[in-house]
């Protein structure tokens, strides 16, 4: 066992950047532990345009990584470990047990920060088929399709913004809905309407996945089921939203329906000493500026209670 941390802080997307910043300027002894990269979802972003300060947007990967730099500055220690669980204290000024591969960690306080992951379609072969035609990063690998034919399905801001990314690449990107009006922004769906290389098909449906060894089509299907035909496609990107990073932690805490991880205002969870901050938790919202100001409570929060354990 390492020695015992102040505020562990488990993924290193905004809200746990944000949280780890804030706990180690609150003089905490304070380890944030990442599986992957630092920034989540937000590094995914070319331009963000709805971050208050930006008028012009800004580079998601950039805010990220400054983010990241004020949390290292501040004292916040990066390990990059994925946590496999968490053994909740004995007693109430007992210590949390953190457990990742490389070894165990006694920290006082917990705030869970591991985001959210993309939902997938729940259709046959679309594990298989990940990574050769179906993703679910238009900002990753869109690249990979420059010149061909892709689709997009979903309705939200991620789908438009997807769909609009894609055009800077792919000859032809279709985007398709399973609804005749979309659920994002207006400023997105305008900027859709208006390029050229993207086709709308709304009332659709994708009810299949075609090909052998790498995706050429997708199968589609009316609101009611019936067959509305084959598209030719070289890539299909799903945003059709995201599942809260909270399986991990299911056995121990309380969660809504959908994963959230439950918290109060303070974003204390059920279980005392351990917070949750951004897409991870039971949230209305799950936007950059959100996911920072739960981090910056959840931080706060913690440091109270390290201070009221003496």
Known sequence: MQAEIDVAVVGGGVAGLTAGMYAARNGMRT?????????????????LENYPGFPDGVDGAALAADILRQAEAAGCELRYEAVQEIIPAE?????HTIVTAAGRYAAKTVILAGGAAPRRLGLPREEELTGHGVSYCATCDGALFRGKRVAVV??????LTDALVLSRYAERVFLIHRRDAFRGSRVLEDRVRATAQIELLLSRTVSGLLGTDKLSGLQLAAPDGA???????????VAVGVSPVSEFVADCLQRSSNGGIVTDARMQTSLPGVYAAGDCRDTALRQVVTAAADGAVAAASASEYVMSLG
Do not use: C, Y
């Open 91 to 95: 007693a109430v000024a007992a210590p």
């Open 31 to 47: 380890v944030l532990f990442e599986a992957m990269m630092p920034g989540g979802q937000t590094a995914t972003i070319l331009r």
């Open 154 to 159: 979903g309705g939200g801001n991620t789908a």
């Open 227 to 237: 067959d509305a035909g084959e598209l030719a496609v070289d890539g299909l990107f």
